[in-house]
């Protein structure tokens, strides 16, 4: 089955930025999405961002222009590029694999990103 590894997250200042990656195994079959979501402390996990199989990209409003998603479809990585970070980017970043037909998301263990004022 599929299986995802987060890694990148850690310690950072307002301002400074972070790569996440995500390992990605297993076989992947037909239309896909993979994306980032996100749970800060005390609040519900949230879409980052998304992008489809064909290249296709989401973000939510808070980080538009701020971050960048990206795939790697020969390593099977996804990458988030976190720029110009603030405090509210606090939380533990997950890395998500949703194959539409039939619909089935996987998800990886978590990295935890921290931004000090």
């Known amino acids: 089955q599929v299986q995802l590894v987060e890694s990148g997250g850690g310690l950072v200042q307002a301002g400074g930025s972070l790569r996440l990656s995500c390992a990605a195994s297993?076989?992947?079959?037909?239309?896909?999405?993979m994306g980032w979501y996100r749970q800060p402390p005390g609040k519900e996990r949230e879409l980052v961002a998304i992008?489809?199989?064909?290249?296709?990209?989401n973000y939510a409003d808070s980080v538009k222009g701020r971050f960048t998603i990206s795939r790697d479809n020969a390593k099977n990585t996804l990458y988030l590029q976190m720029n110009s970070l603030k405090p509210e980017d606090t939380a533990m970043y997950y890395c998500?694999?949703?194959?539409?037909?039939?619909?089935?998301?996987?998800w990886g263990q978590g990295t935890q990103v921290t931004v000090s004022s």
């Open positions: 992008i489809s199989s064909s290249g296709a990209t």
């Open positions: 998500m694999y949703r194959r539409v037909i039939p619909r089935t998301d996987y």
């Open positions: 297993g076989i992947f079959f037909g239309i896909n999405v």
